[in-house]
């Protein structure tokens, strides 16, 4: 028998999802209603259909993905901290969570996992965050830790973390192997803004030419299996 819903002291927690991989959602949806304190208010793709739903369903927390369809989980960090800025967020992603979970924290996430992270660690994450606490893995906290100690006002990412959004939308078409022509297309820029895109880019990463900075974009988009910008425009 369902509990009930009209005493909200008693009600579960309700979760929305923001998630693009159908099999994925459907998975997570199965998921947390397993959990008798947890329930799904709804589940929707994109971040302007989430910004609705958050409008509407008013959840307790929101679990979304970086990559989406028509946009990217930065957005809906950014929607959420502008007009929502109580409601928790759980960032769940496929990236590497050196690179992105500090970036994600400064956006307003109070969560960072992975995606190959086991089910377990998924609904101790989202009982974590609604307790009021900032979820990352032991490595993650270990990291931030390590860096707060040497240097406790600087708190930078991993060597990608020092870029900026945009630079890391350049950062990855490069490793895609776009031509500043085509980045600039895509990214509706000039091609003179892209260059100087790249030069702060190499400079930040400590790079000494174009080549190396193409080897180290190719390598990273190949390694992290990265398949659309975060930051589409």
């Given at each position: ?41 709804g589940a929707?793709?994109?971040?302007s259909?989430a910004?609705?739903?958050i ?8 679990i ?17 901290k ?50 009021g606490?900032?979820?990352?893995s ?15 006002t600087?708190?930078?990412g ?7 959004r ?9 490793g895609?192997?776009?031509t500043s022509?085509?980045?600039?297309d895509r ?11 790249k ?30 910008p975060?930051?589409?425009?």
């Amino acid at each position: 028998m369902k509990p009930s819903f009209d005493n909200k002291m008693d009600s579960p927690k309700r979760i929305l999802i923001v998630e693009d991989h159908p099999i994925f959602q459907m998975g997570l949806v199965d998921l947390i209603q397993q959990e008798a304190d947890l329930q799904v208010c709804g589940a929707v793709e994109d971040v302007s259909d989430a910004c609705q739903a958050i409008d509407t369903l008013k959840p307790d927390l929101v679990i979304v993905d970086l990559s989406l369809k028509q946009s990217n989980g930065f957005d809906l960090l950014q929607c959420i901290k502008t007009q929502h800025r109580s409601l928790p967020v759980l960032v769940l992603s496929m990236h590497d969570e050196q690179i992105h979970a500090e970036r994600c924290l400064r956006s307003g996430a109070r969560g960072y996992i992975n995606k190959k992270e086991t089910s377990e660690s998924v609904i101790t994450a989202i009982r974590h965050i609604l307790a009021g606490n900032i979820f990352l893995s032991d490595s993650m906290t270990a990291t931030i830790l390590n860096k707060f100690q040497k240097s406790p006002t600087k708190l930078a990412g991993s060597p990608l973390g020092c870029l900026t959004r945009r630079e890391l939308d350049v950062f990855y078409l490069i490793g895609r192997g776009k031509t500043s022509a085509e980045i600039a297309d895509r990214l509706h820029l000039s091609v003179k803004t892209i260059g100087t895109h790249k030069e702060r880019i190499k400079e930040k990463l400590g790079l000494k030419n174009a080549a190396e900075l193409v080897r180290y974009a190719v390598l990273w988009v190949e390694k992290e299996g990265v398949k659309a910008p975060l930051h589409p425009q």
